[in-house]
């Protein structure tokens, strides 16, 4: 299994990226999938989760109304559109997935058994 995240670089505030990630080695119709952020000093933090129909998606309420969610199952690749960026949204982006849907706490990172090595989102002010 791999997962590969890329999309990841410096903007100003109030700008836009778009990371995407795929999964290799899983099938991507049976995964939920999800984006998980790390800044230096802190703690890994989900940031928003997909199910594996696309049906329901969760953010963390720092990202509501800004960052959108989406997967494409004919290209298998999960995205993660990220607008109105701030400083505060600065670290290591990292896309996870596990096997089947958890609607527990699917933004708990425990949650997740496969991640990528992150991509790096920095936001200048």
């Known amino acids: 299994v791999q997962v590969v995240e890329s999309g990841g670089g410096l903007v100003q505030a109030g700008g836009s990226l778009r990371l995407s990630c795929t999964a290799s080695?899983?099938?991507?119709?049976?995964?939920?999938m999800g984006w998980f952020r790390q800044a230096p000093g802190k703690e890994r933090e989900g940031v928003s989760a997909?199910?594996?129909?696309?049906?329901?998606?969760y953010y963390v309420d720092s990202v509501k109304g800004r960052f959108t969610i989406s997967r494409d199952h004919n290209k298998d690749t999960l995205y993660l559109q990220m607008n109105s960026l701030e400083p505060t949204d600065t670290a290591m982006y990292y896309c996870?997935?596990?096997?089947?849907?958890?609607?527990?706490?699917?933004?708990?990172?425990?949650?997740?058994?496969?991640w990528g090595q992150g991509t790096q989102v920095t936001v200048s002010s």
């Open positions: 996870a997935a596990r096997r089947g849907n958890y609607y527990a706490s699917p933004l708990d990172p425990l949650a997740y058994n496969y």
């Open positions: 080695g899983l099938t991507f119709d049976d995964i939920q």
């Open positions: 997909i199910t594996r129909g696309g049906i329901s998606k």
